[in-house]
């Protein structure tokens, strides 16, 4: 396969509509673009940690990182979450996603965030450094059918105290319990 001439980039408003197809068609389902919208509108949003790919102009993926919490018993720690990652099928295998993930991570280590935690396949994210969350003292709640080391984190280079804890996720992704 020919190399893909990838730009990664901040979405745009003028992205939304693109973004959400991409996402639909990664997914196979809307709700995780109806995820990205409510995202998009809530508190947690950081749009310097919003990006899209584009060949030739057109949006092929999408990432996001946002604002979560972390409860250490009775102390709670602003920390920040990868979801979700999207590339249009016709594009995966391309490095598209590594790319955008790659980026995003760069992004967030320079506004000095301390890790970045995500619920995924950690066949994938593990080439990026990602880890199982578990080994740091991290929990996420996770579907019944996604292993344990879905719950993932990437240790970045802020000096920040060694957090551990319970994620608890955004309002905003309780979109995904809609029907």
């Known amino acids: 396969m020919e190399p893909l001439d990838v730009t990664i980039r901040p979405e745009a408003t003028a992205d939304h509509r693109a973004i959400a197809d ?7 389902s809307a709700a995780e673009a109806r995820l990205v919208a409510a995202i998009r509108a809530s508190d947690e949003f950081l749009s310097e940690l919003a990006l899209v790919a584009t060949v030739g102009g057109q949006v092929v993926g999408h990432v ?7 409860i250490d018993r ?17 594009f995966h295998r391309r ?34 450094g990602f880890e199982p969350a578990a080994g740091h003292g991290i929990t996420m709640p996770l579907p019944d059918w996604a ?5 993932q984190v990437l240790r970045l280079s802020g000096d920040g105290p060694a957090l551990r804890g319970t994620v608890v996720y955004p309002a905003s992704f309780d979109v ?3 029907h």
């Open 22 to 28: 991409v996402v639909e068609r990664a997914f196979g």
């Open 64 to 70: 996001m990182i946002n604002r979560c919490r972390l």
């Open 74 to 90: 009775d102390i709670e720690h602003a920390i920040v979450m990868l979801s979700p990652l999207a590339v249009d099928p016709e």
């Open 95 to 128: 490095g598209v996603g590594g790319s955008l993930v790659r980026a995003v991570t760069a992004a967030a280590d320079q506004r000095g965030e301390p890790f970045v935690v995500l619920e995924g396949d950690p066949r994938y994210y593990s080439r990026f």
């Open 147 to 151: 292993p344990r080391e879905a719950a």
């Open 176 to 178: 995904l319990d809609e």
